[in-house]
């Protein structure tokens, strides 16, 4: 009997072409870091996805796992895009992924400007 593809986690792509794309999706607020994507995707809070990031001048996708976070619908207020929030589950390569995020960010997660979750 061929295997059902109705359990596997999905998997999301996001590229990011600029640091002002990855300020706008990081998000620092969740525990381990997470990234916001822009999908009509349906997905529930707490679902596990899989991501395949591109960072800015980075040549080489990061596969992360993570688990939906936030959702924001179509119409959300404020003008805010729908998507997703994946909060990186804890393991050694999404660690890494955050290190290299905070890095390229240095200081500007504080900074106050609008994102596309907050």
Not at 24 to 47: C, H, Q
Not at 89 to 102: D, Q
């Amino acid at each position: 009997m061929p295997e059902s593809n109705a359990h596997r986690p999905p998997i999301l792509q996001l590229s990011l072409k600029n640091k002002a794309q990855l300020y706008a999706a990081y998000m620092p607020f969740i525990l381990n870091g997470g990234l916001f994507l822009k999908t009509s995707r349906p997905v529930r809070l707490g679902d596990e996805v899989f991501v395949m990031v591109q960072l800015p001048d980075e040549p080489e996708k990061i596969s992360i796992a993570g688990r939906v976070a936030w959702v924001s619908p179509q119409g959300c207020q404020g003008g805010k895009p729908a998507g997703i929030g994946v909060g990186f589950t804890a393991n050694e390569v999404n660690a890494a992924l955050r290190s290299k995020i905070e890095t390229m960010l240095a200081g500007q997660t504080e900074s106050g400007r609008p994102t596309d979750t907050l």
